[in-house]
C-alpha cells in the first residue's frame, strides 16, 4: 500500500499531479484545491489511498490526512466510487461534509456531478455516526471579516470555482490580507482572484 508520497512536483492540471519521487513519476487524482499549491519544481506531500482494479492501479492523494479518511469512508459507500468521492472533496471540505450529514442534508452532496438524489441519500445514512463537525478553526477570523470573507467565496462560486475551493482560498487571502483590504469585499476579490489565477474558474465547476 502507497500511503503518501512526498516528491516534487513536475506537472499539475485541474485534477492531478505528478510528483517524481526517487526518479519515478507518479501520476495521483487529487481534489480540486490541490493544483492551486502544487508548483512545479516544488515539493509536495500528499496522504494516499491506492485503489487496486483488474485493469488499473489508481492513487488518490490529499494535502490533508482527515480528507484521506473521508475518502475512505465516501467509497464504502452503496454507489460512491472513488470519482465520485473524489468529486465530493473537490467541492466540499471534511468540515461542511460532516455538517450536512449531521444535518441529514443530502442537497450539497446532490450539487457534486455524479451524485444522484438517491446516493446522497445513501452517503447521509451510511456516514451517519462516523463523521463529526470540526470545532471552530483555531484560526479565527478577525472581527468584521467573516462577512466579507462570506461574500468573497459565493463571488467566486458565482464565477465558477467550487464551494470548497472559494471558501479556503477567501480564508486564506483574508489572513494574509491588510485590514483594509479585510474590510472591502472588492479588495479581497481581487487578491483572492490573483491568488487563484484568472484561467482556474471553469475547471472547477460542478
Not at 101 to 108: G, I, K, L, N, S
Not at 171 to 197: H, I, K, M
Request: proline share 4%; net charge negative.
Amino acid at each position: 500500500m502507497i500511503s503518501s508520497l512526498h516528491g516534487v512536483v513536475l506537472h499539475s492540471t485541474a485534477d492531478q499531479v505528478v510528483i517524481d519521487v526517487g526518479g519515478v513519476g507518479f501520476s495521483v487524482a487529487v481534489p480540486a484545491d490541490v493544483p492551486h499549491t502544487a508548483t512545479i519544481g516544488e515539493r509536495l506531500l500528499l496522504h494516499t489511498s491506492l485503489i487496486v482494479r483488474e485493469d488499473a492501479l489508481s492513487l488518490y492523494g490529499f494535502a490533508d490526512r482527515s480528507e484521506l479518511e473521508i475518502f475512505g469512508l465516501l467509497i464504502s459507500v452503496t454507489g460512491v466510487g472513488p470519482k465520485s468521492a473524489l468529486g465530493v472533496l473537490s467541492h466540499m471540505t471534511v468540515d461542511q461534509i460532516a455538517e450536512a450529514v449531521t444535518a441529514e442534508d443530502d442537497a450539497p452532496f446532490r450539487r457534486v456531478s455524479g451524485i444522484g438524489p438517491k446516493t446522497a441519500k445513501l452517503i447521509v445514512l451510511q456516514l451517519a455516526g462516523k463523521v463529526q463537525p470540526v470545532a471552530p478553526s483555531s484560526k479565527p477570523a478577525r472581527a468584521g471579516s467573516t462577512d466579507v470573507v462570506t461574500q468573497v467565496a459565493a463571488a467566486l462560486v458565482g464565477l465558477g470555482w467550487s464551494d470548497k475551493v472559494a471558501t479556503e482560498a477567501a480564508t486564506q487571502t483574508a489572513s494574509e490580507a491588510t485590514d483594509a483590504e479585510r474590510g472591502s469585499v472588492a479588495a479581497l476579490l481581487r487578491r483572492t482572484l490573483a491568488l487563484l489565477g484568472p484561467a482556474q474558474g471553469g475547471q472547477t465547476r460542478a
